[in-house]
C-alpha cells in the first residue's frame, strides 16, 4: 500500500512565498504522474498542478499560473509545489495525489493572512 506524506504548509503573509514537499513510499514512484489539489474552507476539494512521472510536462489550474511551480526529484521519491505571490484566496488544505492508484495524503494547511 503506497503512502504519500505533505509538509511544509504554514502561516504566510499575502505576497509571500511556501514550498510544499510530499514524500512518496510503497510504490514506484518515478513511474507514474503526480497532482496536487486543495480544499478550502467549506468547499470542495479542486485540482491545482501536475506533473507527468518525469517531470516533462505539467499542467495549472488558470488561478494559480505564473505564481505556482510544480517539480518532482524521483531520486528522492518526493514530488514538490512552489508557492509565491501568495493570496488570501491560496488558504486551503494542500493534497498531493498519486491518480494511478488514487492515493492521498494527509494534507497540509495553508494560511495566507495578515
Known amino acids: 500500500q503506497g503512502q504519500l506524506v505533505e509538509s511544509g504548509g504554514g502561516l504566510v503573509q499575502p505576497g509571500g512565498s511556501l514550498r510544499l514537499s510530499c514524500e512518496a513510499s510503497?510504490?514506484?514512484?518515478?513511474?507514474?504522474?503526480m497532482t496536487w489539489y486543495r480544499q478550502a474552507p467549506g468547499k470542495g476539494r479542486d485540482f491545482v498542478a501536475s506533473i507527468t512521472s518525469v517531470g516533462g510536462s505539467t499542467t495549472y489550474t488558470d488561478s494559480v499560473k505564473g505564481r505556482f511551480t510544480i517539480s518532482r526529484d524521483n531520486a528522492k521519491n518526493t514530488v514538490y509545489l512552489q508557492m509565491n505571490s501568495l493570496k488570501p484566496e491560496d488558504t486551503a488544505v494542500y493534497y498531493c495525489r498519486c491518480p494511478m492508484y488514487n492515493y492521498w495524503g494527509q494534507g497540509t494547511q495553508v494560511t495566507v493572512s495578515s
Open positions: 510503497g510504490f514506484t514512484f518515478s513511474r507514474y504522474p
